[in-house]
């Protein structure tokens, strides 16, 4: 995705930008049905009982104000509810939501309709078939407010909720993964020398990287005829010491441009191309509800299988060559183990005490390993760290007995 394309997507999910589209529809529909009028022919304007329409339009207006405040209140409750009882880090992906975009912009929307209408008709703007056209843009406006105001209903049942801000995170995981496009490295670490020589680049501002744009890093491989090598990706906080590519070749001060302008920086991360964020998200979901003022061991177990789910998926993954490395862009692979880390290792610390959440732990992590033996390394050694915490915190005999017979089903 090159950098103006992911600019673009994020500005159609400001919440904002929905409202103003459909309020400039709502405007032009209001004051098009004076020009469209000409084409009905006045006896039929005179049957159609057009009049209403000022009485439909000041109860659209007056009702309109009230369901849009209602909807904005009921939308900052579920922000502020999953900012102190899930986890701040979510409520970008809440803020994201289209549905609740939809309702907002259609009931705002409606409102600037009837407030245009109601000024158009105070000046006789219309005339007798324009009020035809008015007449049927309204009752197509009021199908609209009935249909969204239903699925609003149904959406706000569960909007914020924890089971679905889990969905969420998960799905927005999953999708980051796709966008990455490789399977991930396991085992050790990965470290490429860098050669004497090689030029590094680095970038002159301070924050997370949230996106790379790779056409264009690869456009700039092609100038040099050399290859780039990435050493930052999404999610890595960057400063002017730590340096995000090298490459052999000497770019001049044009292409130099180019590769910083590829990087995008941020204040915070972004579940778009960084798929560790999602994780680090999740296991903040757990963390929270094994705290002692929560102690709800139920969503953590959520929360592991959720995490399973992802990282299941991420260990199975194919090759994208849209994506992931090629002969003139080198791009590093994921480290599972450190995936690993980011999910399972603040549930393990902050839920060694609780047997229930301790087996599923280990169960989870055999799930990943099962199907793919590259993986067995890591998730042993993560379920061993695991197992560990567990047996050192649990007081109950039971508890420590049950625990090491899972572990060693799994891992002798």
């Known amino acids: 995705m090159n950098r103006w394309q992911w600019a673009l997507r994020l500005l159609t999910r400001r919440m904002w930008f929905r409202a103003a589209l459909f309020c400039i529809f709502a405007i032009i529909l209001a004051l098009a049905s004076a020009v469209a009028g000409e084409i009905i022919p006045y006896a039929f304007a005179t049957k159609v009982g057009a009049q209403s329409v000022d009485n439909i339009l000041n109860v659209l207006a007056s009702s309109m104000l009230a369901v849009t405040t209602f909807s904005l209140t009921a939308m900052v409750s579920a922000y502020s509810g999953a900012t102190s009882n899930i986890t701040p880090r979510a409520v970008q992906l809440l803020v994201e939501d289209s549905t609740a975009q939809n309702a907002l912009a259609t009931f705002l929307g409606s409102f600037l309709f009837a407030i245009v209408g109601i000024i158009a008709l105070s000046t006789d703007f219309y005339g007798e078939t324009g009020r035809v056209i008015l007449f049927g843009g309204t009752i197509l406006v009021i199908a609209n407010i009935v249909i969204t105001f239903l699925r609003w209903i149904e959406h706000i049942t569960r909007f914020g909720r924890v089971n679905d801000t889990i969905d969420r ?39 997370r990287i949230t996106h790379v744009d790779f056409a264009t890093l690869r456009e700039v491989a092609d100038d040099l005829n050399a290859t780039i090598f990435l050493s930052a990706m999404p999610g890595i906080m960057a400063d002017p010491a730590r340096m995000v590519a090298w490459t052999v070749a000497k770019p001049d001060c044009s292409q130099m441009e180019r590769l910083q302008s590829a990087f995008t920086i941020a204040h915070d991360r972004a579940f778009d191309s960084d798929p560790r964020f999602g994780l680090v998200v999740l296991s903040e979901i757990a963390s929270r509800a094994l705290s002692p003022a929560v102690n709800d061991p139920g969503t953590a177990i959520s929360v592991l299988e959720a995490g399973t789910r992802v990282l299941a998926v991420m260990a199975t993954m194919q090759p994208d060559e849209d994506h992931a490395a090629s002969d003139k862009l080198i791009v590093p692979p994921l480290s599972f ?45 993560a379920a061993t760290e695991a197992y560990a915490r567990a047996h050192a915190a649990m007081t109950a005999e039971a508890d420590r007995t049950k625990i090491t017979q899972i572990h060693q089903r799994y891992w002798s």
């Open 169 to 207: 995170v998960e799905a927005a995981t999953l999708k980051a993964a796709q966008v990455m496009g490789q399977p991930p490295h396991f085992g050790p670490r990965l470290r490429r020398p860098v050669p004497d020589g090689a030029t590094r680049i680095h970038l002159e501002e301070i924050g």
């Open 337 to 381: 183990s450190e995936m690993l880390e980011d999910l399972y290792r603040p549930i393990a610390r902050d839920g060694a005490a609780l047997i229930e959440v301790a087996i599923r732990l280990q169960k989870s992590l055999a799930a990943l390993a099962e199907p793919t033996p590259a993986a067995k390394p890591d998730c042993k050694a």
